[in-house]
């Protein structure tokens, strides 16, 4: 399991992107790669919870987002070897 962070760098540039960068998060969502994506408070950027994927496929795909291509975002992305987990989530810990 991966959590991504996409930390704003230069705000000045998300507008036109903004569409490229929601397609970009629908297609992780569609291929099953993502589980979860949202906003980093107070407005710092965003975050993806991301499984059933290597990181050198993720991090492939991550570059693919025209937030970080553009560097609008700047990505970190951190494994996560889930070592237990409540049950509605036990299919993380297998």
């Given at each position: 399991?991966f959590?991504v962070?996409?930390?704003?760098?230069?705000?000045?540039?998300?507008?036109?992107?903004?569409?490229?960068?929601?397609?970009?998060?629908?297609?992780?969502?569609?291929?099953?790669?993502?589980?979860?994506?949202?906003?980093?408070?107070?407005?710092?950027?965003?975050?993806?919870?991301?499984?059933?994927?290597?990181?050198?496929?993720?991090?492939?795909?991550?570059?693919?987002?025209?937030f970080?291509?553009?560097?609008?975002?700047?990505?970190?992305i951190?494994?996560?070897?889930?070592s237990?987990?409540?049950?509605?989530?036990?299919?993380?810990?297998?």
């Amino acid at each position: 399991m991966f959590v991504v962070l996409l930390r704003f760098s230069d705000k000045s540039k998300a507008g036109p992107l903004m569409e490229g960068h929601k397609a970009w998060i629908k297609r992780g969502f569609d291929d099953g790669v993502f589980l979860l994506a949202g906003g980093l408070q107070p407005n710092l950027g965003g975050g993806i919870v991301a499984h059933d994927t290597t990181l050198a496929e993720l991090q492939r795909r991550v570059g693919e987002d025209p937030f970080v291509a553009e560097k609008v975002v700047t990505a970190e992305i951190f494994e996560i070897a889930p070592s237990r987990a409540d049950g509605r989530l036990s299919f993380l810990a297998a």
